[in-house]
Every structure is written in C-alpha cells, then in structure tokens.
C-alpha cells in the first residue's frame, strides 16, 4: 500500500520566485488536503478537493497560491511572487472517509 | 469555527510509566470526529487514534487510549508502558462534519521519553 507522497520534499527559493509543489495522494482516495506548517506549531489549513473540484479555501490562501487537481488524481499547489513569510513545511493529506493520512511534506525555504 | 486548546506544551516521562496529554476543543459541529496525531522530529504526521463523537465509548489502540469527554469538550490521550518511539510533537484535531472534514489542529505537546 502506497502512502501519500510529495515532492520535492526540500525547495529552496529566493524571493519573488515561483514555486510548484505536487502530491500524490493513496490510490482511489477521492478527498485531498493542503496544510501549512511552520516551525513548532500546528497544521493550518489551506485548501481542500473533493475528487477534482476544489470545494473549500482557507483565507489564508491569497492569491499568490493557487491549488489544481486535475482528473481528481494528484494535486499541484503553485505560489507565485514568493514571500520570506512563505516559508514553511507544506503538508498535503488524503483521505476516503473520515481520517486523513498525511505525506511527507515539502519544507520551502525563501530567502 | 473550531478551536482547539493543548495546554501542556511539553510532557515527559519514564519509559515504560503512563502519560496523559490534555486538549480541549470547542465546536458548533453535532457530528464531528476526533484524532491525536504524532509527529517524530524531521518526519511526517502519524494517526495515533480515532473517535467519534457520537459513540460514547473510549477509543483504544493498543497501549493508546482516550478520555472522551463530550459535554466538557475533553479529549485527552494516554499512553501506557511509554517506549523511547513515542517521542514526538501530539497534535490533537477535531474534524467538522459540515467543514468538508478539515482538522483544526492544537499548538501541540512535545513529548520526551527518558529511558
């Protein structure tokens, strides 16, 4: 059984560059998260898809960041114009119930 | 909207002792679920244990077990016969029905076991 899988899991990036992040969610589950992590504190969430559709998008998702899902299948999250406040572990999860399996994350460094 | 407090930002104990984590959550939810997960240092999150809220039963996973308080909004996680494996950041996150399922994650509680 494959889990969830990311890449890359390291980018390092200076600032105003664009950053593409993928996952790869557990075959066949039709929901996908993404989550933002920084340094010693929870999960926050940014954005969810329901198969393809993207149905939820956290406030914390300016419009700098934009999340596809193309066919329902992996996921790219995109952050254009890159900020030092950027930086920070990207966690992507899926699931087909209830409970979500989380991925490795993508650690982003902007300098 | 839902919160989610974890009061103790770091625990330690004994290998082989018992440790209790604490959370606290509010929520409008009526259905909702709960988890803990663990977070090694430099390695990716790990479902500890599951509840729902609608089963009054205390969720169990071998030597992990909750006390699942609904009306105080009490969900607390302890760890019997503590390993050296079970150091770890523990986020506790409830789970909206109506929120698509999205978690909503504590500051978390590190936990270190000394041998």
Redesign the interface.
């Known amino acids: 059984d494959t889990g969830v899988s990311q890449n890359p899991r390291h980018k390092i990036t200076k600032r105003g560059q664009n950053v593409t992040f993928r996952c790869d969610p557990i075959s066949e589950h039709n929901?996908l998260?993404w989550?933002r992590q920084t340094l010693?504190?929870?999960?926050?969430?940014l954005t969810?898809f329901?198969n393809e559709a993207q149905?939820?998008k956290s406030r914390l998702l300016s419009d700098r960041f934009s999340a596809e899902r193309p066919k329902g299948s992996f996921s790219t999250l995109e952050i254009q114009r890159t900020e030092q406040g950027d930086s920070a572990m990207y966690?992507c999860?899926s699931?087909e119930g209830?409970?979500?399996?989380?991925?490795?994350?993508t650690r982003l460094t902007v300098l | 909207a839902q919160t989610v407090t974890q009061s103790q930002p770091e625990m330690s104990v004994q290998e082989a002792e018992t440790v209790t984590l604490s959370c606290t959550y509010d929520t409008s939810e009526s259905d909702y679920y709960l988890f803990w997960y663990k977070q090694p240092p430099s390695r990716q999150m790990i479902l500890v244990i599951r509840q729902e809220a609608y089963k009054q039963q205390n969720a169990t996973e071998n030597r992990f077990s909750v006390n699942f308080q609904k009306a105080a909004k009490s969900f607390s996680l302890k760890i019997s016969d503590s390993q050296l494996g079970d150091a770890a950041m523990y986020f506790c996150a409830p789970s909206g029905g109506t929120s698509y399922g999205k978690l909503t994650f504590g500051q978390g509680t590190i936990l270190t076991v000394h041998p």
Do not use: K, M, V, W
């Open positions: 929901r998260y989550y010693g504190q929870g999960p926050e969430f969810y329901q149905l939820e966690l999860a699931s209830d409970t979500q399996y989380f991925g490795p994350g």
